[in-house]
């Protein structure tokens, strides 16, 4: 026994000692010498220089689906035929199921469904004919409330008419005839006359011209009233007379208040003598040297008119 034994041992070494020995035979051939690349810089350069890669046109990438790879083509069999056992268990089973549903449907379950689809259509039917009724009946109310509507605008146009035709009632009727008496605007000395038939001097100006109106001289600031009871017809702003307000008086006479500021009427205003209409503005440049002042021209169908005979 242990002679064999001793023999085996021996073998066994011999056989593992020949195997270490194959394979590093076989290692040794396998080894990459990198110093044959550090002397082939040369060789190197020279496929830089190349200028197109060297490649076979027919390849084609793994996967593409043009390989003809047997080892794949093993596996893609081996899937099919999975896929198609696949398919034929679920076809088994569909019938085997479809089958099972038949077989435990009862005629009961089969009349209370007919019997809950029929109450639900009638059911259906009664909201629709509802709701047919309820879209007829809505025009009509649509209609009502447009009617409304309109009878709620006419009434209220009709009492902002009434309302103006009050108002317009309660106002005094405009009548200024050749008798009737003005009031100073404001109290204050005439710096320029009117003058129509000849020439006053202006003095800002440095020359005579026509002066169809009076210029009274004021403080800035200071409120300006109105000379009789007229009705506003026009306000505007003028280069000579800066801001002025046209007053109607009533047959034909109108008063032009020049060199206002912050006014406090508007066109179309009813104002009573003696009222407040505005206040002294600075002067424009064309009464620079007259200083502060009030502009005040009475006309008569557009002709101009004296004041200072009707002031009193």
Known sequence: MLVSSALVLTALTATGLYVRSTREKEEDGYIVD???????????????????????PSFTEVGSGRVDNPGMNMLGSMADQNLAQGEEQAEAAEPASGTALADGASPEGEDLT??????????????????????????????????????EKTETAELDEQKDEDAMSTLPPLDFTEGDVLVWPIVGNVLVNYSMDKTVYFATLQQYKYSPAIVIAAVQGEGITAAADGQVSRIYSDP??????????????????????DL????????????????????????????SNV????????????????LT
């Not at 044959?36 to 490649?55: F, I, P």
């Not at 003598?273 to 424009?284: H, R, S």
Request: aromatic share 8%; charged share 30%.
């Open 34 to 56: 990198f110093t044959a690349l550090e002397d082939g810089d040369e060789d190197l350069e020279d496929l830089a220089d190349v200028g197109e890669l060297d490649y076979d």
């Open 114 to 151: 007919a019997d809950g689809a029929s109450e639900s259509n009638e059911q259906a039917a009664a909201d629709g004919g509802e709701l047919a009724a309820a879209d007829a009946a809505a025009p009509e109310d649509g209609e009502k409330a447009a009617a409304s509507s309109s009878e």
């Open 240 to 261: 000579e007379i800066g801001t002025a307000v046209v007053m109607d008086l009533g047959d034909g006479y109108e008063l032009t208040y020049g060199q206002l500021t």
């Open 264 to 291: 406090t009427v508007s066109e179309g205003d009813y104002v009573n003598c003696g009222e407040v209409i505005g206040k002294v503005a600075q002067p424009t440049k064309y009464y620079s040297v007259e200083g």
């Open 295 to 310: 502009y005040f021209k009475l006309t008569k169908d557009g002709q101009p008119v004296n004041p200072l005979n009707r």
